[in-house]
């Protein structure tokens, strides 16, 4: 079974690279928010993760909800904590959702490297 997981953006590693810190249950790991652009994250944001990914931000309410229903998994939830624990993402070549959006449309020659047409 595949997991999101609610976690909080406890530090912003690198701006340029779209890496940050998120904490879930007490484990700390560098994700990348690179998917996230060019929505901007702070600290304090809540994000929901998936295989070292940021993939959507969520409100406090919705994370404590989510991570209050996933704990009841049990198993699930344990192996996803593991897993999200000894994980590690390299995001230096991971393009901008701009950039896939674009790529999608058409538009691939002409998105640079910071997802601008």
């Known amino acids: 079974m595949c997991l999101g997981i609610p976690g909080e953006i406890v530090e912003i590693l690198d701006a340029d690279a779209g890496l940050a810190t998120v904490e879930v249950s ?11 652009e ?3 994250v702070s600290v304090g944001d809540w994000v929901l993760v998936h295989v070292g990914f940021a993939l959507a931000t969520i409100d406090a309410d919705e994370a404590a909800a989510t991570l209050d229903q996933i704990k009841r998994l ?3 939830f344990r192996d996803e904590m593991d897993a999200f624990a000894t994980t590690d993402v390299d995001c230096r070549d991971i ?23």
């Open 95 to 117: 393009p901008t959702k701009r950039a896939v959006l674009g790529a999608f449309s058409g538009n691939i020659s002409t998105v640079n490297e910071a997802g601008a047409a």
């Open 26 to 36: 007490g484990v700390r790991r560098a994700v990348s928010i690179k998917l996230l």
């Open 38 to 40: 060019p929505e901007p």
């Open 74 to 76: 049990g198993t699930p």
